[in-house]
């Protein structure tokens, strides 16, 4: 698309979560620094909250990508499942084979046994689970009782959950209060200050190979912000319109304009009366076009 224009080695804003972009601002070195120092200490349960496009899970796959080799880490993306099929989830992360029809006696007595076996070989096991906010009470009380797993010493599993701000309020139901009082370590992880997006914006296109000037002006940082409010996944999308916009025109730096046409072409940009972006749609089927064209010729 634009790499070549723009001498990139790879797009610099994908949404896909890609740990060689972590960008180690104050709040983001802060909330790993809290996910390591728990894991180190041993916590039962840990808690990272934020709204939706702040980095949730790609702070999860750093902190997994951090640990050494004294931990085993297993992963469920989506755990909105009933206790059983949480826990034969959990058995599959950990290599610990299974009948179908296993019943959860015997499957909390299996994972119990891996987790003793890990604990004499020197190693802690961490579950991190993401999108923890879709779990059902009964599943978050049965990630409790795992949680009842120990040595003398300590815990058998760890857990650490990321999740929206709607996990608070599960988490304050009286169902579940024995989880809620077990939580030791949380960190609520918020939005990009604006110089800190500034630095986000250069970072992620140094990693991306660009070496030139400055490719978004002070004009487009700020309509960029303006637009984002700093939600990192709001910023890479606006971001890569705006950078198509640019490409389409043949131009080397992306404007406040261009920002402005591509905020108005997302749906969860924050508006403003742009004198241009009524605009936006247009310019950027214009600008896409143009650099498909230009692409084949």
Not at 154 to 182: H, S, T, W, Y
């Amino acid at each position: 698309m634009y790499k070549a224009h723009f001498g990139l080695r790879e797009l610099p804003f994908g949404i896909t979560p890609d740990t060689s972009f972590f960008f180690a601002c104050s709040n983001y070195q802060e909330a790993l620094n809290t996910l390591l120092v728990a894991a180190r200490n041993g916590e039962g349960f840990i808690k990272i909250t934020g709204e939706v496009g702040v980095g949730k899970t790609l702070l999860c796959r750093k902190f997994m990508a951090s640990l050494d080799k004294g931990f085993v880490t297993a992963y469920i993306p989506n755990p909105f499942l009933e206790p059983r099929t949480l826990m034969l989830a959990l058995a599959e992360e950990l290599e610990i084979p299974q009948d179908k029809d296993v019943d959860q006696h015997q499957l909390l007595k299996a994972i119990n046994h891996r987790l003793l076996v890990l604990a004499r070989e020197g190693k802690r096991a961490i579950l991190c689970l993401d999108e923890a906010q879709a779990m059902p009470i009964e599943s978050l009380e049965a990630l409790r009782l795992l949680t009842n797993l120990e040595t003398e010493k300590r815990k058998l599993l760890q857990i650490v959950m990321f999740g929206q701000p709607e996990l608070d309020r599960k988490l304050q139901q009286e169902a579940i209060r024995q989880l809620n009082q077990r939580i030791t370590f949380h960190y609520h992880l918020g939005p990009l200050s604006k110089d800190d997006m500034e630095f986000y914006v250069s970072h992620r296109l140094s990693v991306a190979g660009y070496t030139g000037s400055r490719l978004f002006d002070r004009g487009a940082v700020k309509a960029l912000y303006a637009a984002s409010g700093g939600i990192p996944r709001l910023v890479n999308i606006l971001a890569h319109k705006a950078l198509m916009l640019t490409f389409g025109e043949g131009k080397q730096q992306t404007k406040a304009r261009h920002v402005a046409a591509a905020a108005s072409d997302t749906g969860a940009a924050r508006k403003r009366s742009w004198p241009w972006a009524w605009f936006g749609g247009l310019a950027l089927l214009l600008a896409t076009t143009g650099a498909g064209w230009a692409y084949f010729q």
